[in-house]
């Protein structure tokens, strides 16, 4: 099959633009070389959806971010990912920079941006530290679950006729005509466009395509996750100032009711480890916004590396290689632009955003817990495994676990299931459920145990199931 587009990398950007293309008719692909959509950038970030007023104006960064923003509600409704305008406050002593800020939000046609005292802050972020006394509070900024949404792009783009492919390395591309021969270690894929959204991995693919290259710098971002209980006193993100290394050790409210304080930003190579000084750093600067947080609460620390090329995003076609998009430093607030980079790339490629009719709905995940009572009832008449739970902590049932893996999108790795329904994202962080859910996946895609991946392909669970081992 000759494919319309391929879209290489499946982060929250390349999906976005596969599920836009599938839904306005074409015969779409996206290629990953890891095990599951969401393994790069979008899986460990502040999950935020900015308003808009911290990019330059007339930036590719301002226009995607405030469209992007407009967006996401009614995405996330669709999709039925969780999506919420919780508002971000900008906090701090400075009231000439709050004032810049509010400009710049102004003139990147932010709305509902507010200039606010103390006392107004305190309303919204009760126990805020002592020296703050001005705020820019921007009311359209939200939070959402970034893997969520990448899944559920990539789930509802298969469902509605888009192929995925996981676990592909590209290894040459060759034009043949107006169409691109793609040869990967598994196999050869045709298409007339090529989308390269592949994140850290933009080089390695412009290489292979003879297309521009730009140069990438990588940014550190830890955190610490607080656990549900640790009742931070804000209902809103908060920020302290801007600097030029970013946007600051925030402290935000998490769609699964949690909350993070972080990222810091340390220039860096593209490992995705946490360290005792940024760990600390973290301690520091969060004292500086809210003045008892207190991080015995953290049951976790992550951390997440900004793929950086420059001031903006470069989104463009192509001078070098006819039917190639470029996508390159798609880094904060990429997650906040993604519905807005898709609509901008589907215009780029020649095409009119005009959706199909009758396109198939993505059935909704709710998990169990979060059902109200009579549909828990109705289910587990139905389905006995609603009723066994797997993950304590978190309250994830064999049900919800087994819904996962009937997902359109078919993954083999712990971490993939633990992002579609948070089995061991609670306080013993899996110690627990993490066997029981090797032997589910196992059983599900009627592979052995050491088939089973934490992660992507090197990051086996087991050396084989422990009879078998003995009889060596
Ligand atoms: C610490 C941190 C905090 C952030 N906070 C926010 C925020 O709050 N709000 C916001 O809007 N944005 C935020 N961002 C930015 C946002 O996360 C990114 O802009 C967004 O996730 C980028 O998505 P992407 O699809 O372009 O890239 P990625 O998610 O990095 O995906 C790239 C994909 O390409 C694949 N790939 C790589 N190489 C190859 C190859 N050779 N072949 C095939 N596939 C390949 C990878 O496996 C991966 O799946 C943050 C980023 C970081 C790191």
């Known amino acids: 099959m000759i494919f319309d587009v391929i879209v290489v990398g499946g982060g929250v950007v390349g999906t976005a633009i596969f599920n836009k293309l599938v839904r306005i008719g074409k015969k779409v692909a996206l290629l990953d070389k890891a095990s599951d959509v969401a393994t790069g950038q979008s899986k460990a970030n502040s999950a935020l959806v900015h308003a808009g007023y911290d990019p330059a104006p007339n930036t590719l960064k301002a226009k995607m971010n405030v469209k992007g923003n407009a967006l996401f509600p009614a ?33 990147n046609g932010v709305k509902n941006l507010f200039i606010l005292n103390r006392e107004q802050i305190l309303s919204l972020a009760p126990d805020i530290a002592d020296g703050i006394t001005v705020a820019l509070y921007a009311k359209s ?37 107006e169409v691109f021969k793609i040869t990967t270690l598994k196999g050869e894929f045709y298409a007339k466009n090529i989308i390269n959204s592949a994140g850290a991995g933009y080089n390695d693919i412009a290489k292979i395509l003879k297309s521009e290259s730009y140069p990438l710098t990588f940014r550190r971002g830890e955190y610490f996750v607080f656990d549900k209980n640790a009742h931070l006193k804000t209902s809103c993100t908060l920020f302290p100032l801007p600097t030029k290394m970013g946007k600051g050790v925030l402290v935000t409210p998490t769609v699964d009711g949690n909350f993070l304080v972080g990222p810091t930003s340390e220039d860096s190579d593209e490992r995705t480890i946490t360290t005792d000084a940024g760990l600390n750093d973290i301690k520091v600067k969060a004292k ?34 006819n039917g190639v998009i470029n996508l390159a430093g798609i880094c904060s607030p990429g997650l906040s ?69 009937n997902r359109p999108l078919k993954v083999h790795s712990v ?24 032997k589910m996946i196992a059983k599900a895609r009627k592979i052995k145990y050491e088939e089973v991946l934490k992660e992507n392909r090197g990051s086996e669970v087991a050396l084989g199931d422990i009879r078998e081992v003995e009889k060596w």
Do not use: W
Not at 90 to 103: H, K, P, T
Not at 366 to 390: A, C, H, W, Y
């Open 415 to 438: 971490d993939g299931i633990k992002r579609r329904t948070n089995a061991g994202m609670g306080i013993c962080q899996g110690g627990f459920c993490f066997t029981k859910v090797v």
């Open 141 to 177: 900024a939200g939070i959402t679950s970034p893997y969520l949404l990448t899944i559920a792009l990539a789930d509802e783009g298969i469902l509605n006729g888009g192929k995925v492919f996981l676990e592909e390395d590209i290894k040459r591309v060759e034009r043949e005509g």
């Open 337 to 405: 632009s993604a519905p807005a980079i898709a609509e901008y790339v589907v215009k780029l490629l020649g095409y009119k955003n005009e959706e199909k009719k009758n396109l198939k709905a993505l059935p909704k995940h709710t998990l169990f817990k979060n059902l109200p009572i009579t549909k828990q009832r109705e289910l587990l008449r139905k389905d006995k495994s609603f009723g066994e739970i797997v993950c304590k902590c978190e309250k994830i049932t064999k049900g919800d676990i087994l819904s996962a893996l």
């Open 75 to 107: 995405l996330c409704r669709r999709l039925g990912v969780p999506f919420k305008r919780t508002g971000a406050l900008v906090v701090g002593d400075d009231r000439a920079m709050i004032e810049r800020l509010y400009a710049r939000g102004k003139e």
């Open 288 to 321: 500086n916004i809210l003045k008892n947080i207190n991080f015995k609460n953290a049951i976790r620390q992550f951390s997440g590396v900004r793929v950086i090329s420059g001031e903006d995003f470069i989104i463009e076609r192509s001078k070098r290689q």
